[in-house]
């Protein structure tokens, strides 16, 4: 397998951009904003709301103060799409994916962060199944699936993950730009697998703690999701591979889509936008830390 390598990333003066896929997550979007924001690092959160019904909206305008952007999608789009909007308004040097429950915890950044941190990788996937991390005992046929489609998404990319649809990614972030993000719903998960490993940039696993969640609780994810990750793992993971003259075009279009840029979409796809950017202070505070050390 060929080896990218993206830019460095220098540790005393980056930006982490934490981005939030949120749909109708009212009892747990205050707690996990607040986690989020004390994790000490140099950190902006960007949530897109995927047209919530259940008041988180109403919540986040309360959260105003804490936010770096906050964007309200008009209608219903999916985890994928929600990203998508999210990754047009990041400024950091690397994106984490973070989801609005309280299954994965921030507190784990720093480790997460480490490989790119160091100079050794370009993607770190966050495995739940590594062990060594507190794990909420759950459901036996969802570990079965999420391992089957692990390794079903190893098969056809070639590569040795232990969990590929975990929430927690992490990229540099003209590799998550690079990607060109196509699927809508949680199709994403095997859709940017593939692709980063079709790109041959340096892929690293890092074990995470887990405390999952059930129905009752607000878990989204079902059977037919795992049916479409297949579909997924098929589509990019092969047929992308396989059909080279087809993946180029799809590239095409991606570019051409983000060249236009977000302020020159119409209001129905950016949706409303609420900016108040740290970066800079973020990173000068980073930089004024590392120097006192």
Not at 44 to 61: N, Q
Not at 157 to 163: A, P, S
Not at 179 to 201: C, D, L, S, Y
Not at 216 to 236: H, T
Request: aromatic letters at 8%; glycine letters at 8%.
């Amino acid at each position: 397998m060929t080896s990218n390598a993206g830019p460095e990333i220098d540790r005393g003066n980056f930006l982490l951009s934490v981005v939030i896929p949120v749909y109708n997550e009212r009892d747990t979007i205050s707690e996990i904003i607040g986690r989020v924001r004390a994790v000490d690092l140099p950190i902006e959160i960007v949530v897109v709301d995927d047209f919530s019904t259940d008041g988180t909206r109403e919540s986040l305008a309360n959260l105003d103060s804490m936010l770096d952007r906050v964007i309200y999608h008009d209608r219903n789009r999916g985890k994928g799409a929600a990203l998508r909007t999210a990754l047009e308004h990041v400024t950091g040097d690397v994106v984490i994916f973070q989801d609005a429950d309280l299954e994965y915890d921030p507190q784990e950044y720093a480790r997460l962060l480490e490989p790119i941190l160091d100079g050794k990788a370009d993607v770190v996937f966050g495995s739940r199944f590594l062990g060594g991390r507190p794990h909420r005992v759950l459901f036996f046929w969802h570990s079965v699936a999420n391992k089957m489609l692990t390794l079903f998404s190893n098969m056809v990319t070639n590569i040795n993950l232990t969990d590929m649809e975990t929430c927690y990614k992490v990229f540099k972030t003209e590799v998550i730009r690079g990607v060109g993000i196509r699927e809508n719903g949680f199709g994403i998960e095997p859709e940017v697998t593939a692709k980063v490993a079709r790109q041959g940039w340096r892929i690293y696993e890092v074990g995470i703690s887990y405390c999952g969640r059930g129905y009752q609780e607000g878990k989204k994810i079902g059977f037919r999701d795992a049916i479409w990750a297949l579909v997924c793992i098929v589509r990019y993971g092969l047929l992308e591979r396989l059909l080279p003259g087809r993946s180029r075009k799809t590239r095409r279009a991606v570019s051409a889509s983000s060249t236009a840029g977000s302020s020159e979409r119409p209001a129905s796809e950016s949706g409303a936008i609420a900016d108040h950017s740290r970066r800079d202070s973020a990173v000068q505070s980073t930089a004024k830390s590392t120097a006192e050390s």
